[in-house]
């Protein structure tokens, strides 16, 4: 039931963009998206509903089709501080969330 | 700062024993998640509780039990401790009965080395 990240890891130079996918086998109800710095807890993101809306928060943006059961996360022009390992859960079950084994962003200057 | 409080930071022990993990939700959340973060595993979902029920039950090992209590705390117990439980254990709170609506406010963890 674990969702599967794409890339396992990206680095970029600042102001290059990058897409970070999430994909399930399974429907899902909802798709989250974490953020985790090293030695730091994950801190939220945005949350995507079934509707296959998409949400944008600052320079970070993403998408869930929902027919495909894959989300998308979007970071324009990168920041030093997007560094980290971004994380996707997914429920197929309310209460029940999976994570992704994640995607390790590193941005240099 | 989440709000969302674990106890203790650090815990080393050995094989074979019992610990428990605390954890004190956001005010006015009614929902606790618990996490198992290894090395090579990422975040593991181990259980959720909601309003003092158990709500979801994921990867959790027979070994390993958690209850809310009614001022809507929560402990995680493991017992038969081995090496490979070693890892990093979050808690988590949220506002409704599920994540689907909201967001998910992580604590700091608890750092369990088990030797």
């Known amino acids: 039931q674990q969702p599967v990240q794409s890339p396992q890891a990206v680095i970029l130079r600042e102001g290059e963009d990058a897409v970070i996918n999430c994909s399930s086998s399974?429907?899902?109800?909802?798709v989250h998206w974490y953020r985790q710095k090293h030695g730091e807890a994950p801190v939220f993101l945005m949350i995507?509903?079934?509707?296959?809306e998409q949400k944008g928060h600052d320079k970070i943006s993403a998408s869930f089709n929902e027919k495909k059961q894959q989300s998308s996360l979007y970071l324009t022009a990168s920041q030093l501080s997007y560094s980290g390992t971004y994380f996707c859960?997914?429920?197929?079950?309310?209460?029940?969330?999976?994570f992704g084994a994640g995607t390790r962003l590193t941005v240099k200057p | 700062d989440s709000g969302v409080t674990q106890t203790p930071k650090h815990l080393i022990t050995a094989t074979g024993q019992r610990v428990t993990l605390r954890c004190s939700p956001r005010?006015?959340?009614?929902?606790v998640y618990w996490y198992q973060q290894s090395l090579d595993q990422g975040l593991q979902f181990l259980i959720q509780y909601y309003n003092g029920e158990e709500r979801a039950k994921g990867n959790i090992l027979e070994r390993f039990s958690a209850q809310q209590f009614p001022d809507l705390h929560s402990e995680l117990n493991l017992s038969s401790l081995e090496l490979g439980d070693s890892a990093l254990y979050f808690c988590?709170?949220?506002?409704?009965?599920?994540?689907?609506?909201?967001?998910?406010?992580f604590g700091p963890g608890t750092r369990l080395t088990v030797l």
């Open positions: 995507l509903l079934k509707g296959g």
């Open positions: 859960g997914t429920e197929v079950r309310i209460g029940d969330m999976r």
């Open positions: 005010s006015g959340d009614l929902s």
């Open positions: 399974k429907a899902l109800y909802s």
């Open positions: 988590a709170s949220s506002l409704g009965a599920g994540p689907s609506y909201n967001e998910q406010f």
